[in-house]
């Protein structure tokens, strides 16, 4: 049973005439009959948003501009400076209410990077220092090496660490149908904390074997962290490759590299989060927050991390304003600076809007690469979630043509959003078909010709149907639900949908 629509003759929403097919929803509510869903009521513009948003390649002319004008956006870079301004003056010309928020961020320069193996094979290797990682001694260092796969492997082997580079040869397992990308969180700890655990134990410096299941001779960089405890050493990447090579000839005997890395960490550098809104039209002081992280690492384009995330948040409001949708309640769009090597912007946002988080009715973050969607991952405090969840199930019924509905009531989402979960917002991020998400990732290979134009227009469509309907239906989407609950649309049948890594470790 549909519901009649009410034409809208001649609206105008900031001067862009309102089509008469757009949906008067203003009378529904308590007077309608109970057995009518959300979703009944946005049926038809929800297929008008899908249609349009997906013949749009706005999304992916953006992404070029950031990817191949700007380029790698590093905290505290000149590039990331450039992109606030690029993405700022963007959405401000398209007609939004745009502002910067600033926000101070840890400024790690990446120097001379070079080692070579000189026993018993002589040849370069090539190495990509670990964010945040602290140089070598002037002129390098050349030590043994020890190479282990696992934490029990490294304490087993104390004795023979004092002195030494210690290699976390540790693959990561590959993408699968059932576990997804799970095999990031077995091998990320080894590059995030190996560093103090070998410095624990006298190792003065640490390799470790890229994060990533795939690799045709790929380095891959990422953030770590130090124990104040423990000596800092200098950590960089190996390829998958040279990482195995290491490994086979020290089976046989002993292995000697040298490594000279002359990174350094700067003063704090002064950022900025970019917000840009489609103001409400009735109760423009409730928020639909919709973002991704600006910030990349200094290689390759930052295309699929998160450039494309960017691009999807500020074109989906873009396709709603070009269609004259202006819903009741505000959508922000919000992009947050330093994720990678920090998430001061997260953090800074949670701060500088805690008297207004209790009007923050949704917060969602796109962070797992510009593929195809498939569905979401939920993160809400517990008397929040079941409210939430409910209504959401029935919104993203709309998705069913993108093959975009499935949720996962988990527990966590965007690492930018998650810092508003405890204070009642519910957040979510986008899953995505991104089985090939960590070949690329905080690698040389995240460029633009990675990011295939139709998929993240796809993205564009999920994001411009969900924040439009969180933003106009009538009840919040935490508000208490009724006695007797309007039918729910059927969940789809169960089939191969995981959450996304927990990229916190």
């Not at 939430?388 to 069913?400: K, N, P, Q, V, Y």
Request: proline share 7%; aromatic share 4%; hydrophobic share 45%.
């Amino acid at each position: 049973m549909l519901i009649a629509l009410t034409a809208c003759a001649d609206r105008q929403m900031g001067g862009v005439h309102v089509p008469a097919w757009v949906s008067d929803t203003s009378s529904y509510g308590a007077a309608l009959a109970p057995t009518f869903t959300i979703a009944d009521r946005y049926r038809e513009v929800a297929a008008k948003i899908i249609d349009t948003a997906r013949k749009d390649r706005g999304a992916y002319a953006k992404l070029a501009h950031l990817t191949d004008r700007i380029g790698a956006r590093l905290a505290g870079s000149p590039q990331l400076n450039a992109a606030i301004a690029w993405a700022a003056q963007t959405m401000k010309d398209e007609g939004f209410t745009v502002r910067t928020e600033k926000v101070m961020v840890p400024h790690w320069v990446r120097g001379v990077e070079e080692a070579a193996l000189v026993g018993p094979v002589s040849r370069a290797l090539p190495v990509l220092g670990l964010g945040g990682s602290v140089a070598t001694p002037k002129g390098g260092l050349t030590a043994n090496v020890v190479v282990v796969r696992d934490w029990a492997e490294l304490e087993a082997r104390a004795a023979e660490v004092k002195g030494s580079i210690v290699l976390y040869d540790v693959a990561m397992p590959p993408w699968s149908e059932t576990k997804g990308h799970y095999g990031y969180g077995v091998a990320v700890p080894y590059r995030s904390r190996g560093a103090s655990r070998a410095a624990k134990l006298g190792a003065v410096a640490v390799l470790v074997r890229s994060v990533t299941p795939n690799s045709l001779h790929t380095l891959h960089t990422g953030s770590m962290s130090y124990d104040p405890a423990q000596p800092k050493i200098p950590a960089a990447s190996v390829t998958v490759e040279d990482s195995q090579l290491i490994a086979r000839l020290a089976a046989q005997g002993p292995v000697q590299i040298r490594l000279r890395i002359e990174s350094q960490l700067l003063p704090e550098a002064e950022s900025a989060n970019v917000i840009a809104e489609l103001t409400g039209k009735e109760q423009p002081d409730e928020i639909v927050v919709i973002g991704g992280h600006l910030d990349s690492w200094d290689v390759g384009q930052g295309a699929h991390d998160d450039g494309a995330g960017c691009v999807t948040m500020m074109h989906a409001i873009t396709v709603l304003k070009r269609m004259g949708l202006q819903p009741r309640r505000t959508i922000r769009v919000v992009l947050w600076t330093n994720e990678e090597n920090g998430v001061r912007g997260a953090k800074a946002y949670v701060k500088d809007h805690e008297a207004e988080l209790a009007k923050h009715v949704l917060a969602v973050e796109s962070d797992g690469g510009g593929f195809a969607p498939r569905g979401f991952i939920m993160l809400a405090r517990k008397d929040v979630a079941p409210r939430a969840e409910s209504r959401l199930t029935d919104i993203l019924s709309l998705l069913r043509p993108l093959q975009s509905s499935r949720l996962i009531n988990g527990d966590r989402s965007g690492t930018d959003v998650e810092p508003m979960a405890p204070h009642g917002v519910p957040t979510l991020e986008i899953l995505s078909a991104n089985a090939k998400y960590f070949d690329y990732h905080h690698s040389a290979a995240d460029t633009l010709d990675k990011v295939d134009p139709g998929e993240l227009a796809e993205a564009v469509a999920a994001m411009a149907v969900l924040a439009y309907v969180v933003a106009d239906m009538p009840e919040r989407l935490d508000a208490p639900l009724p006695v007797a609950p309007a039918r729910v649309p059927t969940p789809d049948p169960p089939r191969a949908l995981i959450p996304p890594p927990d990229k916190s470790k």
